[in-house]
C-alpha cells in the first residue's frame, strides 16, 4: 500500500514537472533494454536526498551544466548491472534545484564505430547563441580512446532529451607520444582572447601523466598543442581534468572563459593510481598555453584534495543562475560487489558543492549547495553547553539516519594543546588510523558519533585535534570508519587531513550531512571536506543514534548546535531507466 502511495506520487510529481514545460513523458525507446527495476524492499543502505540512479551502477558525474532554467546531471553508467560494465553508457537526470531529480532517457549510448565499446566520461560547454556542445570520450571498435562531439536535436526541448552525434566523429584521436588507450575525459572547454576554443585531455605515457591542450575554431576541427597543459612523473593516467577560474576577492563563482587580474586558476586530476581528486592552484600562462602550480606535486598528504574520503572523478560548472560554481564527486561504495548486486545499485554523487578560493588565496572552500537546506524539517537545538572530557551528549528527538548537523565548538586556549614536533612530518590518515577516537588527546579529539547503535559497538566518530607546533597552530580532522560496522567484510579505511588555523581561533564548526550510508562532513567552514560509507547492521533507520563527544582532557563547550531530520528528495522518473 505504502509503496503504491510513493509510486503514484512519483508519477504526480513527473507529471507536473512535465506539464511545466508542456512536454509529454518519453517511451523506452533506447536500444539498451535495462534489467527490470528490481531494488530490494528493504533497503538500509539506499540514500533518501543524496544523487542516485533509480537502479544499477553509477560513477562519474559527466558534463553537469545549468541551461535555460534547467539544472542537467549526466553520469556514467551500466544499465545492466550494479558494476562497471563492458558497455557504459551516459544517463541523464534533470533537476530547477540541484536536489530534486528527473530521470530521463539515456542520453549517449554506443552507436558508432568511434563509441562503440563504450561513451566514456566528459563534459559540456555552452557555445555562442546558448548552444549546449557535449565532448565525450568514445572507446571505439579497437578499443581505442577517441574524443567526440554531441550537440542536442532539439534546443528548444527544455530538458535536451536527445542528443545528435556529430558526422566528423571522432574529432580527435590519441597523439603522438599519448598511448591509444590512456587519452580521455575532455574537459569544460573555454574561449581564448584570440576567438579560439580551448579543451584539455586527460593522458598518460607509461609513467608520465599528462593533459593535452587542444584548439579549435568551430568546435569540430581541433589541434593538437604539441607541449603538454600539465605533466607529472610517476603518476600515470590524469583522469578527468578540469580546469577553470575563481576570484580572488569573492565567493561568486566565475565562467570558466574568463581570465583576467581578478582570477587565479584551478587544475583538478584525478590520479587513477591514488584513486583521489587533487586540485593545483596556479597559473594559466595563455601564451604558452600551460598551466604552472603555485606548488608542485609531491605524491604525499600535503597535495590538496577536495575530499580527503572516499570521491573521485569529480566535476564542476558554472551555475550562471546563481553566479557560483558548483562540484560534483562520484563516491563509490565500501562493501563488496556481491552486496552491490544484492542491493541493485552502486554508487552516489555527493550533496553538490559551492566552491570558491579561500582568503588565504591557498586553498578552495567547499560548502552544501543551499538548496539542500529546503529539505530540513524537524529542528533540534542546543547551545551552551559544556562537554567535560570523557563525555557524550545524544542529539534525539529527531531522524538522525538522515539529518544535517551544524555544530559550533568554543575551543580552550590553543597553548594548551597537543605538541606536534614536525607538522611536515606528519601523514595525517596514519595518525587518524593509528589511534581511534577513543583515544584521549588535550583539546580532542571531539566531534559527532555519527549513525551509532545505542551502546556503541558501532559509531563512526567525525573529530578534530588540535595540535600546536613551533610558531602554529593545527587542526586534526578525522573520519574513523574502524567501528563503523559489526560487519567485518566491508573497506572500513580510516580518513584524516590535518590543516593550519588561525592562532587567534576561538571556536571552529562542523557540518555533517548523513544520509543512511553516506556522512559528508565539512570542517571549519568548509576548509577540509571528508567522505565516507558506512553500513551499519545495528545503526540503521530508527536504531541509528547521534552523539556529540569529547575525549580530550580539556574541556570544549557546544557554542551552537542545530540538527533537522531531512526530508526525502522528489525523484520522478521518465524514459526506459526505469521501464521495463
Ligand atoms: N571513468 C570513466 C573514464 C574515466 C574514469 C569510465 C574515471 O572516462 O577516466 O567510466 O572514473
Not at 529527531?398 to 606536534?420: H, K, M, R
Amino acid at each position: 500500500m505504502k509503496n503504491f502511495a510513493v509510486q503514484l506520487l512519483l508519477l504526480l510529481i513527473s507529471f507536473l514537472l512535465n506539464s511545466r514545460n508542456g512536454i509529454e513523458a518519453s517511451t523506452c525507446s533506447n536500444s539498451i533494454d535495462p534489467i527490470k527495476y528490481r531494488i530490494p524492499k528493504e533497503q538500509p543502505y539506499r540514500t533518501s536526498y543524496h544523487f542516485q540512479p533509480p537502479q544499477n551502477w553509477m560513477n562519474d558525474p559527466n558534463a553537469p551544466m545549468y541551461y535555460k532554467g534547467v539544472y542537467h546531471l549526466f553520469y556514467q553508467h551500466n544499465p545492466l548491472a550494479a558494476t562497471f560494465g563492458d558497455i557504459i553508457v551516459w544517463a541523464h537526470s534533470v533537476s530547477y534545484d540541484l536536489i530534486n531529480w528527473i530521470h530521463l532517457n539515456i542520453a549517449l549510448e554506443p552507436s558508432g564505430p568511434y563509441d562503440i565499446n563504450s561513451c566514456w566520461s566528459g563534459s559540456a560547454t555552452i557555445l555562442p547563441g546558448e548552444k549546449p556542445a557535449i565532448l565525450y570520450t568514445g572507446i571505439d571498435h579497437y578499443k581505442n580512446e577517441v574524443q567526440n562531439l554531441a550537440i542536442p536535436k532539439n534546443l528548444t526541448d527544455a530538458f535536451l532529451r536527445e542528443w545528435e552525434k556529430h558526422p566528423q566523429n571522432p574529432v580527435m584521436t590519441p597523439p603522438t607520444g599519448v598511448e591509444e588507450d590512456n587519452f580521455r575525459d575532455p574537459s569544460t572547454a573555454w574561449h581564448g582572447k584570440d576567438g579560439k576554443w580551448r579543451v584539455i585531455v586527460g593522458a598518460q605515457n607509461g609513467d608520465e601523466g599528462k593533459t593535452i591542450l587542444y584548439q579549435s575554431e568551430d568546435f569540430v576541427n581541433w589541434t593538437v598543442n604539441p607541449n603538454p597543459f600539465f605533466a607529472t612523473d610517476n603518476t600515470g593516467v590524469c583522469e578527468c581534468p578540469d580546469f577553470f577560474p575563481v576570484y580572488i576577492n569573492s565567493t561568486n563563482g566565475v565562467d570558466t572563459s574568463v581570465d583576467n587580474s581578478s582570477v587565479r586558476h584551478v587544475l583538478k586530476i584525478s590520479y587513477l593510481r591514488k584513486q583521489h581528486d587533487y586540485y593545483f592552484l596556479g597559473k594559466y600562462v595563455s601564451d604558452k598555453e600551460n598551466f604552472v602550480p603555485d606548488v608542485e606535486f609531491t605524491g604525499t598528504s600535503k597535495d590538496l584534495r577536495f575530499d580527503y574520503g572516499k570521491f573521485y572523478a569529480s566535476k564542476s560548472f558554472f551555475d550562471y543562475a546563481k553566479n557560483r560554481r558548483i562540484l560534483w564527486g562520484w563516491v563509490n561504495e565500501s562493501d563488496s560487489t556481491q552486496d552491490d548486486i544484492e542491493k541493485g545499485w552502486a554508487g552516489l554523487q555527493t550533496i553538490p558543492r559551492k566552491v570558491w578560493l579561500d582568503k588565504s588565496g591557498k586553498r578552495l572552500m567547499q560548502w552544501p549547495i543551499e538548496e539542500i537546506e529546503n529539505l530540513r524539517h524537524k529542528q533540534i537545538s542546543i547551545t551552551g553547553e559544556k562537554l567535560e572530557g570523557g563525555s557524550t551528549l545524544e542529539i534525539s528527538g529527531i531522524n538522525v539516519s538522515q539529518v544535517d548537523v551544524e555544530v559550533l565548538f568554543e575551543l580552550p586556549e590553543l597553548e594548551s594543546g597537543d605538541w606536534l614536533e614536525d607538522p611536515s612530518e606528519v601523514d595525517p590518515q596514519l595518525l587518524c588510523s593509528k589511534q581511534h577516537a577513543s583515544r584521549s588527546g588535550k583539546i580532542g579529539p571531539f566531534g559527532l558519533l555519527a549513525l551509532a547503535s545505542k551502546d556503541l559497538t558501532e559509531e563512526t566518530a567525525v573529530s578534530f585535534q588540535i595540535f600546536r607546533a613551533s610558531n602554529r597552530y593545527l587542526c586534526l580532522m578525522c573520519s574513523d570508519q574502524s567501528r563503523s560496522s559489526l560487519r567485518n567484510d566491508l573497506d572500513k579505511t580510516t580518513y584524516g587531513t590535518i590543516f593550519d588555523i588561525d592562532p587567534n581561533l576561538k571556536t571552529i564548526s562542523l557540518r555533517t550531512l548523513i544520509d543512511k550510508s553516506i556522512i559528508e562532513s565539512f570542517g571549519d567552514g568548509g576548509k577540509a571536506v571528508i567522505t565516507s560509507r558506512v553500513y551499519p547492521l545495528l545503526a540503521i533507520e530508527k536504531d541509528a543514534h547521534l552523539y556529540v563527544f569529547n575525549n580530550g582532557s580539556q574541556s570544549v563547550v557546544i557554542s551552537k548546535l542545530n540538527a533537522w531530520s531531512m526530508k526525502q528528495a522528489e525523484i520522478g522518473h521518465e524514459g526506459n531507466i526505469n521501464c521495463a
